[in-house]
């Protein structure tokens, strides 16, 4: 049983082009998250929602829009894919806010060529 | 706002040598300390976590961690590390005004034979 399920897991597209990744937690938690994390490792909160609701909302360009159809899924869309947004993006839930234990999803690797 | 440092980009250690990884903390009340670990390509999954009570936490893998509040550092330590231990770690810190955690950048462990 997957907690934290993320698709794809490896995306290969080009400068300019849409994409989107999906997020999927079984834990009945109310807030999820989207990290970025570089080529160093360093890990930055991109976003938070809880009960679908926008709760944090990082510097962020707004060519990345996230989406929670329900608490259970919360989705990330890039536009105009640019060289700079090559990174990991992991997907993340925990029961009510981030003091609680975060349970991450195995990422999704992307690559702008 | 909250800030999480971690002292250490790299260490290396012999197998079954004892660990220390460093970890300070800025934060203005009773903070929410997470340990994490990043086996290579995979997800953040939690070792220990520590709120209130006793200030030594013990974790899974062998792993414990102290907070010691004069000196804002939540220190990870294990006796003796495995090959398996080696890793990426990361310190957290969970604010809760703001609703997120701030993860330090990371240290990257090396287990020698």
């Known amino acids: 049983d997957t907690a934290v399920s993320q698709t794809p897991k490896y995306l290969v597209t080009q400068m300019g082009n849409d994409k989107s990744i999906k997020c999927e937690q079984n834990l009945g938690h109310d807030t999820m998250y989207w990290y970025k994390q570089d080529s160093k490792k360093f890990l930055k909160i991109m976003f938070s929602?809880?009960?679908?609701?926008?709760?944090i909302n990082e510097t962020v360009p707004n060519r990345f829009s996230p989406k929670s159809p329900d608490k259970a899924h919360l989705n990330l869309h890039i536009n105009s894919l640019e060289l700079g947004d090559s990174a990991v993006y992991f997907c993340?839930?925990?029961?009510?806010?981030?003091?609680?234990?975060?349970?991450f999803g195995p990422g999704t690797r992307l690559t702008v060529l | 706002a909250q800030s999480v440092t971690q002292p250490d980009i790299h260490i290396t250690v012999s197998e079954g040598a004892s660990l220390e990884l460093r970890c300070n903390y800025s934060?203005?009340?009773?903070?929410?300390l997470f340990w994490y670990v990043q086996s290579p390509g995979q997800g953040l999954q939690l070792l220990l976590k520590?709120?209130?009570?006793?200030?030594l936490v013990q974790g899974i893998k062998g792993f414990e961690a102290e907070f010691k509040r004069s000196q804002s550092s939540f220190n990870l330590r294990k006796p003796s590390v495995h090959w398996s231990d080696a890793a990426e770690y990361f310190c957290?810190?969970?604010?809760?005004?703001?609703?997120?955690?701030?993860f330090g950048d990371g240290t990257t462990l090396t287990v020698k034979p």
């Open positions: 929602y809880n009960n679908k609701e926008l709760i």
């Open positions: 934060y203005g009340a009773t903070p929410y």
């Open positions: 520590y709120f209130s009570g006793d200030t």
């Open positions: 993340a839930s925990s029961r009510r806010t981030a003091t609680d234990t975060q349970y």
């Open positions: 957290a810190v969970g604010d809760t005004n703001a609703g997120k955690s701030t």
